[in-house]
């Protein structure tokens, strides 16, 4: 692959970070026209130019003329077939690498940098840390003091923006993959996205490859993008230690069911594990939701069990 004979082999140890490095985006986009405007507007108003955008269109309707109009050099790369997430991403960071780029900033469609300064903050971060992965907050777009996903600190979980911020760089956790930031070194130590696992798991096992490689990274409090909330997901079961996530739609919850069974099984999570088998039995039975409940237990057991992988249009 194509490099900067002063950067080092691929698939050696992250070089220190360079403020002068290339950094190319890898973007997956499925149906999302109006957010990918957004997006890609926001790439061409960042203070730290990015070399190049690697965009993935899986959706019923493309936007090759969004990608040409777009204030970036965008790399349109249409797919016939729904990868996924997982599989959209793994695709466009293939491409990315092949630009030639040391750093590559991952982000969905209905994401954006909240600012200028995004990308700049997070490669300052990445340089004077010595990191190899650095991740923004992600709030909400109406209301940039709340979180989209949740943080835990102290042992309670919160989506309040000022208490995470207050409690300074995170270290070792983030929401993949929300505008990471990722050498490229990363991918040849532990691999790309995992296509099997499709969408709503694969951002986990991602950070589980990071943790088990020793890779260095984590989530700067001072800068964030702006996404949907995720926090309607979140069901608490007991006060705010302990929680469950419930996706909208049965396809969602199909994925994240099956895939944090055959994660607690790949990596042993022995504590993940009993916290679903308590907390979801009692979300639904509370409820007296029998159907939930078999909704969950059938893909989760089915991923414990190693089961349940193939195509989309071939699920159970």
């Keep these: 692959m194509p490099q ?21 985006a890898a973007v997956v986009t499925l149906d999302r026209p109006d957010d990918l405007r957004l997006l890609l507007d926001g790439f061409a108003r960042q203070t730290r130019a990015l070399e190049s955008v690697v965009l993935v269109d899986s959706g019923t309707a493309p936007v090759r003329e969004l990608a040409d109009a777009a204030g ?35 982000m969905d469609d209905d994401a954006h940098p909240e600012d200028a300064g995004t990308l700049a903050a997070l490669l300052d971060e990445a340089t004077e840390r010595d990191l190899e992965v650095v991740l923004p907050l992600v709030v909400t777009p109406d209301d940039p003091s709340r979180l989209s996903f949740h943080f835990r600190i102290d042992g ?3 989506h309040d923006r000022a208490t995470v911020e207050a409690a300074g760089f995170r270290e070792d956790v983030g929401h993949f993959f929300n505008g990471a930031l990722v050498h490229r070194d ?9 296509l099997r696992l499709f969408l709503r798991g694969d951002e986990i096992d991602f950070m589980l490859r990071l943790r088990r490689a020793g890779v260095r990274f984590g989530t700067v409090t001072t800068t964030a993008l702006r ?45 993940s594990l009993v916290a679903d088998g308590v907390g979801y039995p009692l979300h639904f039975l509370r ?25 989309p249009w071939k699920l159970p």
């Design 156 to 158: 309670h979980s919160t």
């Design 227 to 271: 996404h949907p909330s995720g926090e309607a997901e979140l069901q608490h079961v007991i006060g705010d230690r302990l929680h469950v996530l419930v996706p909208e739609t049965a396809v969602k919850r199909f994925y994240f069911y099956r895939n944090r069974g055959q994660l607690i099984r790949r990596y042993r999570r022995v504590r």
């Design 287 to 311: 409820r007296g939701d029998v159907a939930g409940l078999v909704g969950w237990a059938r893909p989760f057991v089915a991923g414990l069990r190693n089961r349940s992988f193939g195509p």
């Design 4 to 24: 900067n004979p002063t950067d080092g082999p691929p698939g050696t140890a992250a070089q220190t970070p360079r403020r002068d490095a290339r950094i190319a």
């Design 186 to 194: 990363v991918f040849y130590t532990v691999g790309l996205p995992d």
């Design 72 to 106: 970036v050099p965008v790399t349109y790369l249409r797919s016939e077939v729904n990868l996924g997430g997982a599989g959209g991403f793994a695709l466009a960071i293939l491409a990315a690498l092949a630009t030639g780029a040391e750093w590559i900033w991952i």
